[in-house]
């Protein structure tokens, strides 16, 4: 289906990623069959009400992704078409145009043996045997197993975002498992929570509660705090300990623990602090469970992040703002123990509160600082999602052009210097530079050689950028002793 889309005066402004929209309803796609009942399922396209950047209402067309039922109210979970996904949201019925609906096309159906999907489409059915049938022996029959529990292992992924963006990368989700979007409550220990009526029970270790009904399927879990993952689904509010990151469905599950709740920062060692940053390095063999739950709160931000739950294989860098109540988790990234394509980080999230504010790039900037200090060249894990790759590619070129800026020329003779060299300065990967460069179309090919020319709008544009950056690492700060996980059997 072609959608055209007329000028409309006025719209020239669009949200990031976003391709093209009109601002009146689109109409509806006049070879797909309506439901005389106008039932809403998942996959279903229709008009939703939203408010856009100038505070005016428009009716992109939007994709059922979820529906879910609460107190019984439906709640719909929307994409709109053509923009970006961390724009996708949860809606209340009154926002949908349902004059306008479009229902998935039926798709052809797999061919079946036996009842279950064919491995090939076009195979045909095997006879039985004629001496089978004569003799009465009865042949196999594939039986289908459904297996209940099956939870997988936790393991890192990144994947990169905006850094003042959530961020991801290759090990991504596949398109048909996309994150459900809710809020979050953080609440620190020293934060007066307001009561609620609730059943009363121990806060539970988050992991040890998955493990244990992975271990015993037949096993009911009674109610409590943590709650089975289709309670936590439909839940509107997390309620989340911001100090160690476990997480209850209500108030009173969350004052309870606070009550016994001593950590004041993230477990771990601290390695940077300058002013009231701070970054801790933790092992997610060590300090599995809040490497756990640091993964989960990850996901609820993340719209491509694989989950599993070994944590072992990673390091994670978490950092912190202080003050008087203790350390607050502003971000964080992750990184293999041992990587053999030379990745710094797996995966990288700077949390909405603190986003827009420089965070991200600092996360970036420590990344390659730590890298420095091991004597190598890193590169976050690829492919990049798009924010990711607009993140890195401003960090590297903010990090390149401060770099060629600063050469200083010798006897009157323009300044000279290597891709290799520039790779080894900044412990940005070869590959990375060479992209960036050609990104900022600063590669000119002069008599016979290669030369690097720097407009004065590049310049200007990079002394602007610089003078709003003003959170940077030092690398005075950093007190960082580099382990090599090659030699050592177990993590």
């Known amino acids: 289906m072609a959608e055209v889309v007329s000028p409309v005066p006025g719209a020239g402004r669009r949200e990031p990623g ?11 796609d006049p070879g797909v069959a309506l439901s005389p009942q106008g039932e809403i399922i998942e996959g279903c396209r229709l008009p939703v009400l939203r408010r856009n950047q100038d505070n ?53 159906k797999t061919p079946t043996k036996n009842g279950l999907p064919g491995s090939r489409p076009g195979s045909p059915e095997r006879e039985v045997p004629a001496s089978a049938q004569a003799s009465g022996k009865t042949l196999p029959i594939p039986v289908q197993i459904t297996l209940r529990f099956n939870l997988p292992k936790e393991r890192e992924a990144i994947p990169g975002g905006e850094p003042d963006q959530p961020l991801s990368s290759s090990s991504c989700l596949q398109p048909n498992h996309r994150s459900t979007k809710r809020k979050v409550e953080v609440v620190s220990p020293a934060t007066p929570v307001p009561s609620e009526t609730a059943p009363a029970s121990v806060f539970p270790q988050n992991g040890a509660a998955r493990r244990a009904v992975a271990a015993q399927p037949g096993r009911k879990r009674k109610s409590n705090c943590l709650g089975t993952d289709e309670e936590l689904t439909t839940l509107p509010v997390l309620y989340l300990c911001e100090f160690c990151l476990k997480y209850g469905r209500s108030l009173k599950c969350l004052q309870r623990h606070l009550t016994k709740c001593d950590l ?4 771990g060692n601290e390695i940077y602090r300058k002013g009231t940053i701070s970054f801790f390095e ?53 990184k293999e123990k041992e990587s053999t394509e030379d990745y710094n980080v797996a995966c990288i999230l700077t949390l909405p509160p603190y986003q827009r504010r420089g965070y991200g790039k600092l996360l ?17 894990e690829k ?3 798009d924010l990711g790759l607009l993140s890195y590619r401003s960090y590297w070129s903010q990090t390149i052009l401060e770099i060629l800026m600063g050469l200083k020329s010798e006897s009157g003779e323009r300044p000279q ?31 016979g050689q290669y030369i690097l020319t720097l407009s004065e709008d ?30 050592r059997g177990k993590w």
């Open 417 to 447: 210097i290597t891709i290799n060299e520039i790779s080894e300065i900044t412990s940005i990967k070869k590959e990375d530079v060479i992209s960036t460069l050609q990104y900022l179309n600063l590669i000119n090919y002069y008599k």
């Open 18 to 28: 976003e391709v093209g929209r009109a601002r009146g309803p689109p109409v509806a």
């Open 458 to 487: 590049i310049v200007d544009g990079h002394e602007r950028a610089m003078l709003k950056r003003l959170l940077r690492i030092d690398s005075k700060c950093l007190h960082f002793t580099p382990k090599d996980w090659s030699k």
């Open 56 to 108: 005016e209402d428009e009716w992109p067309l939007a994709e059922i992704l979820s529906v879910k039922d609460i107190s019984g109210r439906k709640l719909f979970y929307v994409h709109y078409i053509d923009f970006n996904k961390r724009l996708d949201e949860w809606v209340t019925h009154e926002r949908l145009d349902l004059k306008k609906i479009q229902f998935p096309k039926k798709e052809a």
């Open 282 to 334: 933790i092992d997610g063999r060590k300090n599995k469970s809040y490497s756990q739950n640091l993964c989960l709160l990850a996901k609820c931000f993340l719209d491509h992040k694989t989950l599993y739950y070994d944590t072992d294989p990673f390091l994670f860098y978490v950092m912190t703002e202080y003050d008087c109540k203790g350390f607050h988790i502003v971000g964080y990234f992750s």
């Open 364 to 380: 970036i900037e420590f990344s390659y600082e730590l890298s420095k200090v091991e004597g190598k060249t890193g590169t976050p």
């Open 264 to 267: 004041r920062h993230p477990p």
């Open 383 to 385: 492919p990049l999602s």
